[in-house]
């Protein structure tokens, strides 16, 4: 039996959309497998009981296929699906981790990134790579065709998940065809910065590029009282303010000593709506774990 914990993500960033992603400190989806003649899953944990079991279905399915390992699956949800904290991309991160191990097939860290995308590729239609990159990885990663860059980084980070569903399959539907040149100029000039962000464990450079004109406004718009939740935390000492991933999660940048009262703002504002929401303090943290 092999046994891992896999962290949820936040992608994109604001400027890195399909690019950038920063691994989590919490929550995380711990996976069990034990290697077997064919694949099937059982599901436990938040959100477990709107996740299907077939093994066509689900992203570990995929992911067993793709390494071509059957196993027997146990999968944990601390990650709710249809988050923006890359629910499916932790549990296929934590399965291809365990298979690698478990089959003794021996691929890097940043080999098994595509074999985890063909998980992304079932739910969403594309096998984006950048929440199992980090996922796998840890750290901020850049994940581009050529394959992954990855920066152990050191950002505290704020972020709060309402009770509202939104599937990336169809945020990924609100996604502009074109830009402007200008508009590329800002967000490229964003993105560069965020990228020097990480590398200085700077929440104020990062926060800066997270500002995106592009993809976040659409986006924003199927999130109930965005731009009041954003507006709170920036008055409360946020660095940068953006949609995780295709939300509804919100993700804020900060000072650590700013986190707890950057978590309230947005947690008061979402209530004033009436939405219940959770608030995680959290930091750019570890990738998938063996135990
Ligand atoms: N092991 C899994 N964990 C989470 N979601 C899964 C899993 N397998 C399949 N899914 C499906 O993936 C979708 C959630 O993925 P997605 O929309 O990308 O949300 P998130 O942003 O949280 O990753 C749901 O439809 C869910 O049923
Ligand atoms: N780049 C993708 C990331 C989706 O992240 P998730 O956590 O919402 O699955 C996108 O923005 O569509």
Excluded: W
């Excluded at 099937?40 to 071509?68: C, H, Q, R, W």
């Excluded at 009770?163 to 560069?192: K, M, N, Y």
Aim: proline fraction near 5%; hydrophobic fraction near 45%; aromatic fraction near 4%.
């Amino acid at each position: 039996m092999v046994t891992v914990r896999a962290p949820a993500t936040s992608a994109n960033l604001g400027s890195g959309f399909d690019v950038f992603g920063a691994a989590l400190s919490k929550p995380a989806d711990v996976v069990r497998i034990e290697p077997a003649e064919e694949t099937t899953i059982e599901m436990y944990g938040a959100g477990s009981e709107y996740i299907p079991e077939d093994p066509e279905k689900n992203v570990a399915g995929a992911v067993a296929k793709a390494l071509d390992a059957p196993a027997e699956i146990r999968i944990d949800k601390g990650v709710r699906p249809s988050s923006g904290l890359g629910s499916s991309a932790a549990s296929a991160a934590a399965v291809a981790v365990a298979i690698d191990e478990a089959y003794g097939l021996g691929h890097s860290r940043e080999e098994l990134v595509p074999y985890a995308a063909e998980g992304e590729a079932l739910v969403s239609g594309e096998a984006h790579a950048d929440n199992v990159a980090p996922s796998i990885m840890g750290g901020f990663t850049i994940a581009t065709p050529e394959g992954v860059t990855q920066v152990d980084a050191s950002i505290p980070l704020v972020v709060c998940l309402p009770e509202l569903v939104i599937s990336t399959r169809d945020a990924r539907r609100v996604v502009p065809r074109s830009a402007e040149v200008s508009q590329v100029v800002d967000c490229v000039g964003r993105a560069a910065t965020l990228v020097a962000g990480m590398f200085r464990d700077d929440p104020a450079l990062v926060g800066q590029g997270m500002e995106d004109g592009i993809v976040t406004p659409a986006r924003a718009e199927l999130i109930d009282g965005y731009d009041g939740v954003r507006e709170a935390a920036l008055e409360a000492g946020a660095t940068g303010v953006t949609v995780s991933g295709a939300g509804p999660a919100i993700i804020a940048a900060c000072e650590d000593e700013r986190r707890k009262g950057i978590a309230s703002a947005m947690l008061d504002r979402f209530a004033e709506r009436g939405i219940e929401t959770r608030a995680y303090q959290t930091e750019v943290g570890r990738g998938a774990e063996l135990f």
